[in-house]
């Protein structure tokens, strides 16, 4: 089984985050979920964003690097839309990384440095997600999985940007038991 770090999005350490890795767990997987937020949780997206801002990305990314100090290389890092920034940048930059699971975002790999031929991704998001399509995320997970020898790249049906959390009004329930799916099947 894989030992998995889950990073959050900007709303924060939702229930519903929280719920997406009991189900890895349940499955027989090491889930570890970093709060990046120091216990903030924001209803509304545009706050947890601006707080994202205001702390700094930066700020954010290093968290997560500290978030993984002491736990075994040989991680599989998950990350939802913000969260993808930790995920993305530990994939590409700690030795021993099995794998990356990017969803609702995607940082172009030379933000990093290049993807490692050793590391299999997937990226997940909804193909009418605005988010994701206009701020020119798609284009980097479109180079990211071409360049990357073992990438693939999965666009639900919809336009919701956080589809996968079922505390969140965005939520779509067939999207996200289909993700679940694919990212249990990437663990094995």
């Not at 998001?125 to 071409?146: H, K």
Request: proline content about 5%.
């Amino acid at each position: 089984m894989a030992e998995v770090v889950l990073f959050h999005h900007a709303h924060g350490l939702t229930s519903g985050v929280e719920a997406f890795a009991e189900r890895l767990a349940e499955a027989g997987h090491t889930v570890h979920v970093p709060d990046l937020y120091d216990g903030r949780i924001f209803v509304d997206l545009g706050a947890g964003l601006d707080y994202a801002q205001e702390v700094g990305f930066g700020t954010i990314a290093e968290r997560g690097r500290l978030a993984v100090e002491g736990l075994s290389p040989e991680v599989v890092y998950l990350g939802f839309s913000l969260g993808v920034l930790p995920a993305q940048m530990l994939a590409q930059t700690k030795p021993g990384a099995v794998g990356a699971l990017l969803v609702s975002a995607c940082v172009p790999a030379s933000e990093f440095g290049g993807w490692p031929p050793s590391v299999p991704v997937q990226v997940h998001a909804m193909a009418d997600d605005a988010s994701f399509v206009d701020d020119g995320d798609l284009d980097a997970a479109r180079a990211l999985v071409a360049g990357a020898p073992d990438g693939g790249l999965f666009l639900y049906p919809g336009d919701k940007h956080l589809f996968a959390d079922e505390s969140l009004s965005s939520y779509d329930e067939v999207a996200a038991a289909l993700l679940m799916e694919r990212v249990l099947a990437f663990l094995k």
